[in-house]
Structures are given as C-alpha cells and as structure tokens.
C-alpha cells in the first residue's frame, strides 16, 4: 500500500544513533527513523513510492560495513546500528544541498510553499546561509500554466521524479517523464511538441502535485490566495468510492482540497473531481433563496422559508383531502448524507402517512440490494478497497472504474502490475483491459443485454470441469437450492457454444476466464451499471453471486464481490430505508415488530403496505391518481429514461417541489425550488461502496442559510409533525437507536476511527472489513436459478444499432455541479461513439452531426468515431441537458426492482442538419399491457422452478415489493383474489 517491501507489524530492534529503538520488520531504514522521530533528509522518497535512490541526502553509515547508504532503499534488519550523520557525512550531504540551490530561485519568502517546502527545510538542516556555486542554471524556463487547476513551475523543479513517479505507481497514468539527461534533465508532460500538462495524457488527479516537495507544482488556489489557514476533514460528495480530503480555507474561500493520507477509503488519492471540482459551490447561479409559483405558467416569485414551507405544506395537504393519502410521495438523494435520507423516509412516512418514498438507487444499484441480499442476505459490498490488493484474479464486470471511479481504478492497475489476472467483461475497451503495462488477460466483449447467459456459461464450464468449491458450498450454502441451480446450469443451453452465438463471445474466452476465475486462490468481482441497468439487472446480480459461491470467492481478503456505487451515498440512502418498502435496515414495511418500534419512538402510526416507487409515481402522475411529488437532489428528467414521459408526468401534477443546489432541468416543471446545501456546506455521513461510513463536517456556511437536514425538518413541522433535533449528531443517535446493524454508531466513534464499516454493533464493535466470513447473513448461501431472457429492445432493420449509455472521467451525473468547472474544458459535450467500420458504411465523419433515434424519440449529437466501441454498438454519455440523451431510453426495466435498462436501446443513426430533441411523449404501452408486461417478466424469471416453488416465489415478491394499486390492477387483469392469485400465476406461467 505504501511502497514497502513488506507491511508486517512484527517489530524489530534497532539502533539509531546510539539509541536502541522498536521498528515495524521489512520497512526502510529512513521510514524507520522517522517512525522514531528522527529526521534524515530525503527528497526523491515519498511514502506512497518504491525507493529510488536519486537525491543522494538520506545517506546514512552502517556499523560494520563500508561506505555510505541510501536510507531510503535499505531495509531494516534485527539489530542494525545506524548513524545518521558524522563530520564527513554532513559535509557531503551539505555540499550537495549548495548544488541544488545553486539552480533554484531561493525566493523563499515570496514562494507559494514557504514554510511547506521538503527543500527548504532540509536547507535549514544544513544550516546554510550562502551559496558557493553559480552557474548555468534553469532560472529563465517559463511557467506552465496550461492546466485550470494547478501550475508547474519548473525554475522550482529540483527533478526529484517523485511527480513522474506518482503518476506511474500510484495512479498508473504513465503521463509524466523526465527528459534528457545530466543537467539537460527535465520534466515533462506527455509526448506532445508543447510539453503542456493540458495537451498531455495527464488526467488532474493531483497525485504530482500531492507528491511535489517543492513548490514546483501548486494548486493554483494557493497560488491565486495564499496559502489557507484552515484544515477541515470530511468526505468527497462525488462517486461511491467516499474518498476522505482535508478541505483547506481562507475565510469563506475555499483554496485547495487535499486527500487525506489516513483514509482508508483512497489512502491519500484522489481524482480531478474530488481535487478540483469544487468550484460549483460558489457558482453564481447557485439558489440562495427559495422560489414559489402557483402554477408552472407564471414566474417564480423568492419566498423566505416559513412562508415556502407553508405554500408547499398546504398544497400537499389539498392534494391529500383531494386525491386521497397515497397521491403524494418524494424521491431523496443519493447525494445527501445518511442523516438527511433518514428524515426524508421518515417525513413521508410520518408526516405524509404513506411510504411513496424512492431514491436514485431505483435507477442504478436497486438490483443489487435485491440480487446480493436474496444470495447472501444483505444487498451490499463483501470487502474493503485493501481487498484488492489481496486478490489472485479479478474480474470487473459492466464497470469502467478508471472512469466512474478512478481511485479503486488505480487501486486495480496497482494490483494487475504486481502480477493479479484481469478478467473485463464490457462491450467497450477500458483502460482496465488495456492500458500502459496492464492488459486483461481476458476481455469478453458480449453484446449488450447477454451478460447473464454468459455468467450463466461461465457456470457452466466450472461445473463441467469440476472446478466447484464443494467444501464451501457444503457447509455455507443451502443444498437444496444449489442442486436446483447445478441442473438448470448444467443444460446445453447454458453451454459456452450456446452462449457465444448469443453474446459474440468465442468459446474459449468464455472456458478460459472461467477456468482462471475459479482456480484463483482469491478472486475478486468489482460490478456496475453495466449489470445492474437491464432488463435482467438483478438476475445479472444473482449470476454472479452463484459465481462467487460455487467457487467459494466470498468472506475473506482477496475474495468477494464488490458493486461500484455510482453517487457517493447510494449505499447509505438505502441503508437508511429510502425506498417503499423497507424500513431502515433493509427491514420489511409489513413486519409488525418492527413497525411497532418505529411508531413508539416516532410517536405516529405507519402503514404496513408496500409505497409506490418511483416509476410507479410517474405511471399514476400521467394517469391523473398522483399529484404531488417532492424531489430533493435529484434531476429525474435529465438522468431518467424517458425523459419526454418525466416531463408529461410531472406536468400533470398539482405540486412538483424541487430541492437542489441548481434551478434544474426538472425545477423547470416545479412549483417551488428549495435551495440545497452542498457536501461543503453541512454536517453529516455518508456510506460508500465499503459500507464504509465517514464523517461529513461543514467547512464553510451554507449558500441559503440552511443545512437540508433543517430544511426537511422545517416542512414537517409545517405539515403538522415535529422534528425535534439540534444537530446532525443527534440523528445518527436515533438511527442507532432504531436500527440493529448501526447500533454502535456514533459521530463520537467515527472522529476516533475515521471511519468504520456496518455492521457495527455490540458483536462488531470495531466494524465489519468483511462480510460473510463464518456465514453469510441470511444463514446458508442461497444459489438462484437466472435464466437468460433477451432484451426486449434488439437490432432489428429499422433499428440497426444497440445504443448504450456510459460515464465520462470528466463529468459527473447529470452533471449539474461539474459543468459548473473548468472539468468542461476537457469534455464539454455529449458525442455519440461509433465505430470506424460502421461510421464509414454510413459515410460519417469524425465529429459529423448525426440523428439518434429510437422508438421513443430522436436526438442529434456529434459522433466520435472510437475503437472502444464494436461494430453495431454506439455509445454516449448523458452529462448535458441540451443534448437530451434520454429521451430516447425507454420505459423497460428490471423484472424485480424497475430499474430501467439504460444499457440496451436499440437506435437508427444517420447524418443530421441541425441540432434537434423531440420533445413528445410516445408511449410503448397502452392501459394496462405495462402492468401485465411487468408480471410476465417475472413469471419468466421463475419459470423454471417447479410450478409450486414458481407460484410461491412469484406471489411472495409480488406481495412484497408491489405497491397496493398495481396488485389491485393485476387482479383486475387475471379475474384473481389474493386466495386465487396463485392459480392465476400458474396459468400465466404454464
């Protein structure tokens, strides 16, 4: 992790300077030394780097051997005598010192490192006061000021290669070097005639300018201010990864944002946007007041917040008498902390009386939570990041990591160039397959919508081969369901040769990454949206969970299974039970007891059905029965499908609130805007893809004066039950108090550890690194049959091309907070990627304005003809409200969760004149064929379990996750009660 030879905490005796002391075995003598507080000079060495040996200052004399010793190289051994510095020693230490500032400014008081800079302080080491030598010199070299986000200065540059090195051992980037030799040496950036860090492969990671000892590489924050006075930890409000920083201050301004070292979560990495994409939170067109209107027609008006409060409050309470209590509901945020989704779950439940509540995992990882807590009991990652590095193979299904989530990204090269197998299953080439020094050695490349007929083969040939873990699937797994699983696997159906006619994958790809998967000592699986977000996302899910067991990949370092959270609270939003029909703790709204202990301690009676989910919300919204929906960080028409069929709905509604930073596309349709308060700017935790909760502390005041914790309080208050609480902290305590597997959580905990993982209780004191490691949580692994059923959305004449939707390094989400940066100097648009083969069949030019069209709609964007595409696979990002990319991803979703299958719309492209969206609404379902089509889709699913396992598995689902007015409707639909409703499903069925 650190650059070691060794992280062994078995402690050894040394000498230093004739002091005996204890140091950790296998480390270098300099970390040694300075473990013991002794400071030996060194400028090439950098904690998270391999020795290098370069700067010739951490010299150091061994008793018993001649000559002098790098420290910063030499290893430790059980009783070494050390001597750091004799007359002789010092003297030629010090004489090289003079030689470094004879070729530096030495404008010490005027540089933007004063009193931070490595050099200088080993110069006031040496004590010195003059310089005996001057000569040729790099003092005349101008500045770099090529990157938006920091400078290079290389008058300051003393070429330690400690940048070069960072960019290549920490963040496997490769974009730095140094070139020429002697006193010709330089550093320079990319391969380009200019030699800028913009024109570069550079990627702003901030890792050179991090590792810089001099002043050489600066944020230009400090640079532009000064160096800050102020240091607050918390966490990044970005990607699922919660990477920890140390945002630092001048007054109200914020000047740089630095990872912190200690994190557990990045071990002091980062990416641009959590380095530098902090500019939106003083943005000018962020909301500081709150905006009303009595209907979207007229302009809005600033209101304070009582009387916002009291519009919205009394709108929703009209809608109510009106319409009944289950015609409003909210979606919270992904973005917020774990503190503000509690209250938002709770304000619908307590105060609107329903449990129309939703959040954004709908749309990305609710298969997850469904998938991975049927397997294993619990719908969350098994492992921690240090895991990686423990792991034999991995295999990263559906995810571009160095893209979405750049820091486990470089975590995974790291562990790939020391000598871990990659196995990528993706349709497109990422830098996980193939980049500097790494190359998978295997990437399935399957045609989009066939991954669970290729993990199904994959199966297939492990069973085949008898690669099985049979002790683990004995005494960890339930053996019923795994015999039923091992024959539906064993089939021809599910065989290699099955699979590749249907996915493209060859036979031996698909028989050589099984093989290499299951004969791992320790495999890891990292997934993302590309699973989750298809007509089969949770099936998808389940796969690769009877893959992780059947090969006994699962409760130990090295070995798990590890979804890619997409927005930084994904995790903990559902955790918190924002969602319809669990409780926090992932605890079912029907279960009396638990109903029992939220009413005692909330002091108000819930209702025990399943609440309407989002796209539920939107279904009753265009057929009139919804009418109210409040929207807290989320802007559902920009990231939803089917945006014309969001914007129909939402028109249709009485009340539409909006809560967010921005005045968003979907504040468009909203008949009041509540400004939000930014990570920055509030008080709190988050729970990342560990399930790893950190601290979120405010480091400046928030825009529009209120936390959003306060501004949920203050609606409900105003809606007739009261919040009572006087900070963040205290929420925490009653989460704790309410939910088994946070019952040892506290703000008090986490400012001692830093962070620590769920669950964390009185059997877990200290967190959980690793789930499952005796037994999973449900008891006995459960193997799930998941029969492979295609896309309803296929190549066809009219429709030749299979578009998918992906995520750029650069841009984040709807983007919302990131176009707001300089990030869009580098992707500034969406474009549509094509391959060379396909963009010459249709006479396509680099760059050409091309239509988009699907059976919901058309769009232009500019292509971009890539090799990371295959041939009939277009790709696109959907980071810009002006090209509109979903409104033509449809209303097709996962049979179990609805979340929508984003991956796979099937597009006709050709040449366009003019930029163009078509804005209306056409609808793929007509009356009730969306509801029977969704039952369908999950008597599919269970179709191949005996009939009466297939009717009980189906109606318990059925009655479990569907909200009371579509279990009405189905039985409309089939002349069914709930007596007879599972002779319906078998009829259906067979």
């Not at 924002?578 to 992932?586: F, I, N, R």
Request: charged content about 25%; hydrophobic content about 35%; overall charge neutral.
């Amino acid at each position: 992790m650190n650059g070691e030879k060794q992280n062994d905490p078995e402690k050894i005796t040394i000498e230093i300077d004739g002091k005996t002391v204890k140091a950790d075995k296998g480390i270098t003598v300099l970390r040694a030394a300075k473990q013991n507080g002794v400071y030996i000079p060194a400028l090439c060495d950098y904690k998270d780097l391999l020795p290098y040996g370069s700067c010739r200052l951490c010299g150091v004399i061994v008793e018993g051997r001649k000559g002098y010793f790098a420290s910063c190289s030499l290893y430790t051994e059980d009783g070494i005598k050390i001597k750091t510095v004799s007359d002789e020693l010092f003297s030629l230490k010090k004489t090289l010192m003079e030689l470094y500032l004879s070729d530096h400014p030495n404008d010490c008081l005027t540089c933007f490192k004063n009193g931070l800079c490595e050099l200088q302080k080993a110069a006031s080491y040496f004590d010195l006061n003059g310089i005996r030598f001057r000569g040729k010199s790099h003092l005349n070299l101008s500045i770099d000021n090529s990157n938006p986000y920091f400078l290079f200065d290389p008058k300051r540059c003393i070429v330690c290669a400690r940048c070069v090195r960072a960019c290549a051992e920490i963040q496997g980037n490769f974009a730095l070097t140094v070139s020429g030799r002697g006193f010709n040496s330089v550093i320079k950036a990319g391969w380009g005639k200019d030699g800028s860090f913009f024109n570069s492969e550079c990627v702003s990671c901030g890792a050179c300018v991090k590792a810089c000892p001099t002043g050489a590489l600066i944020e230009k924050g400090v640079a532009d201010y000064g160096k800050p006075f102020k240091s607050t930890g918390t966490t990044c409000g970005y990607c699922g990864v919660g990477c920890s920083f140390n945002v630092e201050t001048k007054g109200d301004s914020i000047i740089r944002a630095v990872p912190a070292d200690d994190s557990l979560s990045n071990y002091g990495r980062s990416c641009i946007k959590g380095r530098f994409s902090f500019g939106y939170v003083k943005s000018a067109e962020r909301l500081k007041y709150p905006l009303i209107r009595e209907n979207i027609g007229l302009p809005f008006r600033e209101a304070a917040w009582k009387e916002a409060f009291s519009f919205i409050a009394e709108r929703f309470k009209n809608i109510q008498h009106k319409y009944g209590i289950n015609a409003v509901g909210a979606i919270s945020s992904s973005r917020c902390t774990n503190e503000e989704n509690y209250l938002m779950q709770k304000l619908v439940r307590a105060a609107f009386h329903n449990n129309n509540i939703d959040t954004c995992a709908r749309v990305c990882h609710q298969p997850t939570g469904y998938g991975l807590g049927v397997a294993f009991g619990t719908g969350a990652g098994t492992q921690d990041l240090s895991s990686v590095l423990h792991a034999g193979v991995i295999m990263i299904i559906g995810s571009n990591p160095t893209e979405a989530h750049p820091v486990v990204g470089s975590f995974i090269r790291q562990a790939a160039r020391s000598g871990a197998k990659l196995i990528v299953i993706d349709p497109r080439e990422t830098e996980v397959a193939k980049s500097p020094h790494i190359a998978a050695s295997y990437h399935l490349r399957p045609l989009p919508g066939t991954n669970v007929i290729l993990l199904n083969s994959m199966a297939h040939h492990i069973l085949k081969e008898n690669l099985i873990k049979k002790d683990f699937i004995g005494s960890r797994c339930d053996e019923e369901s795994f015999k039923l699983w091992a024959d539906f696997i064993l089939d021809e159906s599910n065989s290699p040769k099955a699979a590749s006619k249907i996915s493209g994958v060859p036979i031996e790809y698909i028989e050589g990454a099984a093989r290499l998967y299951a004969e791992a000592s320790a495999a890891s699986i990292f997934y993302g949206l590309g699973v989750t977000e298809h007509l089969q996302g949770s099936t998808g899910v389940l796969a690769i969970a009877n893959l992780a067991m059947a090969t006994g990949n699962i409760g130990r370092k090295g070995a798990g299974v590890s979804p890619l959270r997409g927005q930084n609270n994904v995790q903990g939003a559902a955790d918190m039970g924002a969602e319809p029909s669990t409780l926090p703790g992932y605890r079912h709204i029907s279960d009396e007891k638990t109903r029992a202990l939220f009413e005692k301690i909330w002091n108000v009676k819930l209702d025990g059905a399943p609440g309407m989910r989002l796209p539920d919300m939107l279904r009753g919204g265009l057929e009139g029965r919804f009418k109210g929906i409040y929207i807290m960080g989320e802007d559902i028409v920009q990231t939803d499908p089917d945006s014309n069929r969001i914007i129909e709905s939402l028109k249709n509604m009485d009340t539409v609130v909006v809560h967010d930073l921005f005045k968003t596309v979907t504040a468009e349709y909203a008949h009041a805007i509540l400004p939000g308060s930014s990570f920055l700017e509030k008080d709190g935790t988050f729970t990342n893809w560990e399930r790893r909760v950190q601290r979120v502390r405010k480091v400046i005041e928030p825009v529009a004066g209120l936390q959003d914790w306060q501004v949920i309080s203050g609606l409900s208050k105003s809606l007739g039950y009261n919040m009572y609480y006087y900070n963040s902290s205290e929420i925490m305590d009653e989460i704790a108090i309410t939910t088994q597997q946070f019952s040892g959580l506290s703000y008090e905990l986490l400012d001692k550890k830093g962070s620590i993982q769920w669950p964390v209780n009185s059997e877990n004191p200290e967190g959980t690194p690793i789930l499952h490691t005796e037994k999973f949580v449900r008891g006995k692994g459960r193997f799930t049959i998941t029969k492979h059923i295609g896309s309803k959305d296929f190549i066809s004449e009219e429709y030749p091309f299979i578009l998918t939707t992906v995520r750029n390094l650069f841009q984040y989400n709807c983007s919302n907070n990131t176009r707001r940066s300089f990030n869009s100097l580098w992707y500034g648009q969406d474009v549509l990627e094509i391959s060379q083969e396909d963009a010459e069949i249709l006479s396509i030019a680099d760059g050409s304005l091309v239509t988009v069209k699907s059976k919901k709609g058309s769009v232009t964007l500019n292509a971009k003809i890539s090799k990371r595409v295959m041939k009939r696979v277009v790709a696109t990002t959907f980071h810009f409200p002006e090209f509109k990319t979903n409104v033509l991803t449809s209303e097709y979703a996962d049979w179990s969760t609805e979340t929508p299958e984003y991956k796979v719309t099937a597009v006709a492209i050709s040449k366009a004149d003019a930029p163009f969206a078509s804005r209306n609404y056409n609808p793929l379902f007509k009356g009730d064929e969306e509801i029977k089509s969704m039952f369908l889709d999950i008597c599919k699913i269970f179709a191949p379990y005996p009939p009466e396992i297939a009717a009980e598995e189906i109606q318990n689902h059925v009655n479990k996750y569907w909200e009371p007015f579509l279990r009405k409707k189905l039985f409309e639909i089939y002349a069914c009660d709930e007596n007879s409703f599972k002779t319906a499903i078998k009829k259906a069925i067979f």
